[in-house]
């Protein structure tokens, strides 16, 4: 069981935009910045979104991140095939003294 | 370019050890800390544990699965770090995959984020 909750899945289908939404608590999401990784099949994770919503250099301005509260949302416009992937949330937890992950939502482009 | 390297996985019995490292190359090793995650087969992220950067006291931290099993260590003449994993058991089987970690200093402390990742080695535990 995640401490940040995704939904397992999601789809689009090309061109399209996509947000996979990521829910926490006060003592992660809601005072801590939220980073987001992406997973291809068969590939190590790699960041895409760090501090809410900064994106390392060569990640398309495509995908962005925000948060309000507790919970927090990654956007992908103009969906494209190459997107479909796994895709993580996480943030620092104050309780637990460590990072904390979502579960993780496999993203599907029909 | 930043690279990490993890080696040392492998096929290894319930309550055997094994030691895995993490060679890196393209930074400045002993200026970051550095975690590991894992990832069984076709679950999810997990965090194991971190050490920090000299500067930061060198010290480290766990995730409660493996507190007390895994101590994790680093040389930074070398800029490699090591995740020594001790009585082993089959739950323990995954990917483990070493990341470089720069910190921000917030008001409520410093926090760690997970920039580089590895390729990650695999580690089986079974009879």
Known sequence: ?110 | EVQLVESGGGLVKPGRSLRLSCATSGFTFGDYAVSWFRQAPGKGLEWVGFIRSKAYGGTTEYAASVKGRFPISRDDSKSIAYLQMNSLKTEDTAVYYCTRAPGITMVRGRRYYFDYWGRGTLVTVSS
């Open chain 1, 1 to 110: 069981q995640s401490v940040l909750t995704q939904p397992p899945s999601a789809s689009g289908t090309p061109g399209q935009r996509v947000t996979i939404s990521c829910s926490g608590s006060s003592s992660n999401i809601g005072s801590n910045y939220v980073y987001w990784y992406q997973q291809l099949p068969g590939t190590a994770p790699k960041l895409l979104i760090y501090t809410i919503n900064q994106r390392p250099s060569g990640v398309p301005d495509r995908f962005s991140g925000s948060k309000s509260g507790t919970s927090a949302s990654l956007a992908i416009s103009g969906l494209r095939s190459e997107d479909e992937a796994d895709y993580y949330c996480a943030t620092w937890d104050d309780s637990l003294s460590g990072p904390v992950f979502g579960g993780g939502t496999k993203l599907t482009v029909l």
